[in-house]
């Protein structure tokens, strides 16, 4: 169920970097249900192709590396010309893996840095002079490494930290023409993550046990975010990073059940 009207985003140009699986496909959806018109961009032009046809008619699905800041803006700029001006920009390419600091390589922190932090920079500084002014929403998609220190995430913990401070840099230069947020989701269902993550019923078990709300998020819970800090509702909301993770940042709730104490 949602708040919002069928046609909300009706004449509304959203671009998704990174849009082409997961939660930012999910989003890209969403956006068009809502009316708008949506561009997708991934690395892969086939799974680029695939995600619009996805979403439906007159979508585009464009082929562009966010760490190469000329192919990210010249898909932007394609999209501009095709669809209009962009309303609403969300960077949400990330990589990541598991690995302890001292054996990983300066490459493999390097690259994760590069699509995280370096490819959102890229993407709001690439979209910048095409965007629709005054309104245009600009979210970024965080993690809550940005916040907790997590073992075997240095090079994950430090892009997003980056992210979440380059959100509120740039919600505080661009204002009040541009609005700058992110969104840090938690456990999120159906996401490659947390497929590799917790992969059996048991180990899925446990992970629910340490959520506030006993369950992981849905992917659907994530746009619905996007479309309130996109919309008139959220038209004073800026430099904010707002978590969607049932409550996951406050720690391990099975550390904290105070359950067995009741009568």
């Known amino acids: 169920?949602?708040?919002?009207?069928?046609?909300l985003m009706a004449d509304r140009t959203?671009?998704?970097?990174?849009?082409?699986?997961?939660?930012?496909?999910?989003?890209?959806?969403?956006?068009?249900?809502?009316?708008?018109?949506?561009?997708?961009?991934?690395?892969?032009?086939?799974?680029?192709?695939?995600?619009?046809?996805?979403?439906?008619?007159?979508?585009?699905?464009?082929s562009?590396?966010?760490?190469?800041y000329e192919?990210?803006?010249?898909?932007?700029e394609q999209v501009a010309a095709e669809l209009g001006p962009l309303d609403v920009v969300v960077s949400g390419a990330a990589g990541n893996f598991l690995a302890p600091a001292a054996?990983?390589?300066?490459?493999?922190?390097?690259?994760?840095?590069?699509?995280?932090?370096?490819?959102?920079?890229?993407v709001f500084r690439g979209c910048y002079d095409l965007?629709?002014?005054?309104?245009?929403?600009?979210?970024?998609?965080?993690?809550?490494?940005?916040?907790?220190a997590m073992p075997m995430q240095a090079h994950a913990c430090a892009a997003k930290a980056g992210i979440n401070q380059l959100v509120r840099v740039l919600a505080m230069?661009?204002?009040?023409?541009?609005?700058?947020?992110?969104?840090?989701?938690?456990?999120?269902?159906?996401?490659?993550?947390?497929a590799r993550l917790a992969p059996d019923d048991s180990t899925r078990a446990a992970h629910y046990a340490r959520i506030p709300m006993k369950r992981w998020g849905e992917i659907e819970e994530v746009a619905e975010a996007a479309v309130f800090l996109s919309s008139p509702s959220?038209?004073?909301?800026?430099?904010?990073?707002?978590?969607?993770?049932?409550?996951?940042?406050?720690?391990?709730?099975?550390r904290n059940d105070t359950s067995k104490g009741l009568a």
């Open 71 to 76: 192919a990210i803006r010249g898909a932007m």
């Open 234 to 254: 959220a038209s004073y909301v800026s430099g904010t990073i707002l978590d969607v993770d049932g409550g996951s940042q406050l720690g391990d709730a099975t």
């Open 173 to 194: 230069e661009w204002g009040p023409d541009v609005r700058v947020n992110g969104i840090s989701p938690g456990p999120i269902a159906g996401t490659e993550g947390m």
């Open 14 to 62: 959203v671009f998704v970097a990174g849009g082409t699986s997961g939660i930012n496909l999910g989003i890209a959806r969403r956006f068009a249900q809502l009316g708008a018109r949506v561009a997708v961009a991934g690395r892969n032009p086939e799974k680029a192709k695939t995600a619009a046809d996805s979403i439906g008619p007159g979508a585009l699905g464009l």
């Open 131 to 148: 965007l629709r002014t005054p309104g245009a929403s600009l979210i970024a998609i965080t993690a809550g490494q940005a916040v907790n």
């Open 64 to 68: 562009a590396d966010v760490r190469d």
């Open 1 to 7: 169920m949602s708040a919002f009207d069928d046609d």
């Open 103 to 122: 054996k990983m390589s300066a490459n493999a922190f390097r690259t994760v840095v590069d699509i995280d932090l370096n490819g959102t920079f890229n």
